[in-house]
């Protein structure tokens, strides 16, 4: 069941360029948050809720929905945004990022709001929940799948790798993490700070298997989640997969771009209306900050 799955790749790419939009427009007011990762993701995020998960945002807790863990949750304006869009909430919430009372926490928290499965905040302990779900589903034989989206920077913590060698160990084949390989981290590129490569070579010498892709590529992303949702599903499959999605942090705005200074820092008003200018020019579609 979804009932708003589309087929159209230029679809989801405006979809994805409205999720920006709203991206930029939660943080200003916000004065504070995270900008290049929830921009960089946003290709992903559209491409799952609006294509290849199965749910149903009127019934959240429809028991055979697809389970969606975010364990960076830093890039929570991107899943608010994508859940918003989505019909989860009203997008009137949007304004209300990090206030006080605010159901759009600075990070995600269980049961602040439909469509958010677990509370995240610590790096590395996402993919440890994801397991723990996808034990749980093939203990009652059910047959959604587990997804589970993750940053670079936290395979630096040794947590993650835990969790990597459980799957593993339990042939978790109903498990697709994603990770926002976008080579940055709030002080500086992880290659300088803590060298992570090949993270695909590490995936598949633990018993994973790896897909990499490019994910700011929306016909590259819905054929590499389709293809893992079909394989999640199927009887056959043991291992569990990781798709690394090699993203542009910042994606679509000029002056964010792979820029680590926008890792944590949310824009101005006069940030914000030249970052929304640049975005309405590539579908001519009209939002202010």
Same mark, same amino acid.
């Given at each position: 069941?979804?009932?708003?799955?589309?087929?159209?790749?230029?679809?989801?790419?405006?979809?994805?360029?409205?999720?920006?939009?709203?991206?930029?427009?939660?943080?200003?007011?916000?004065?504070?948050?995270?900008? +290049?990762?929830?921009?960089?993701? +946003?290709?992903?995020?559209? @491409?799952?809720?609006?294509?290849?998960?199965?749910?149903?945002?009127?019934?959240?807790?429809?028991?055979?929905?697809?389970?969606?863990?975010?364990?960076?949750?830093?890039?929570?304006?991107?899943?608010?945004?994508?859940?918003?869009? @989505?019909?989860?909430?009203?997008?009137?919430?949007?304004?209300?990022?990090?206030?006080?009372?605010?159901?759009?926490?600075?990070?995600?928290? #269980?049961?602040?709001?439909?469509?958010?499965?677990?509370?995240?905040?610590?790096?590395?302990?996402?993919?440890?929940?994801?397991?723990?779900?996808?034990?749980?589903?093939?203990?009652?034989?059910?047959?959604?799948?587990?997804?589970?989206?993750?940053?670079?920077? /936290?395979?630096?913590?040794?947590?993650?790798?835990?969790?990597?060698?459980?799957?593993?160990?339990?042939?978790?084949?109903?498990?697709?993490?994603?990770?926002? #390989?976008?080579?940055?981290?709030?002080?500086?590129?992880? $290659?300088?700070?803590?060298?992570? $490569?090949?993270?695909?070579?590490?995936?598949? +010498?633990?018993?994973? /298997?790896?897909?990499?892709?490019?994910?700011?590529?929306?016909?590259?992303?819905?054929?590499?989640?389709?293809?893992?949702?079909? #394989?999640?599903?199927?009887? +056959?499959?043991?291992?569990?997969?990781?798709?690394?999605?090699?993203?542009?942090?910042?994606?679509?705005?000029?002056?964010?771009?792979?820029?680590?200074?926008?890792?944590?820092?949310?824009?101005?008003?006069? $940030?914000?209306?030249?970052?929304?200018?640049?975005?309405?020019?590539?579908?001519?579609?009209?939002?202010?900050?």
């Amino acid at each position: 069941m979804n009932a708003i799955q589309t087929n159209s790749i230029p679809e989801l790419e405006k979809k994805a360029n409205e999720i920006r939009i709203d991206i930029i427009n939660m943080l200003l007011p916000a004065k504070s948050g995270h900008t +290049a990762g929830p921009l960089g993701m +946003a290709d992903i995020f559209t @491409a799952l809720y609006f294509h290849t998960l199965v749910h149903e945002p009127q019934k959240p807790d429809w028991p055979e929905r697809d389970r969606v863990v975010l364990s960076n949750g830093h890039i929570a304006p991107v899943l608010y945004a994508t859940l918003g869009e @989505a019909g989860y909430f009203d997008k009137k919430l949007f304004g209300t990022l990090r206030k006080l009372g605010s159901p759009l926490q600075g990070h995600p928290h #269980r049961g602040a709001l439909p469509g958010i499965e677990t509370s995240s905040g610590p790096l590395g302990q996402g993919l440890s929940q994801a397991c723990g779900m996808a034990l749980a589903a093939r203990m009652d034989g059910k047959k959604h799948v587990i997804w589970c989206l993750t940053s670079d920077g /936290e395979h630096e913590e040794g947590q993650t790798w835990e969790a990597v060698m459980l799957a593993a160990k339990y042939c978790l084949g109903n498990l697709v993490a994603v990770m926002d #390989r976008n080579f940055i981290q709030i002080d500086g590129r992880t $290659e300088d700070i803590m060298p992570l $490569e090949s993270m695909g070579a590490k995936y598949m +010498a633990f018993n994973w /298997e790896v897909v990499e892709v490019d994910g700011n590529d929306m016909a590259k992303v819905v054929k590499a989640l389709d293809d893992a949702r079909a #394989r999640a599903t199927s009887s +056959a499959t043991s291992k569990p997969l990781m798709i690394i999605a090699k993203t542009v942090p910042g994606k679509g705005v000029s002056f964010m771009e792979n820029r680590f200074e926008w890792h944590g820092k949310a824009p101005n008003e006069e $940030e914000a209306k030249k970052a929304i200018a640049e975005l309405e020019k590539k579908f001519k579609k009209t939002k202010t900050a």
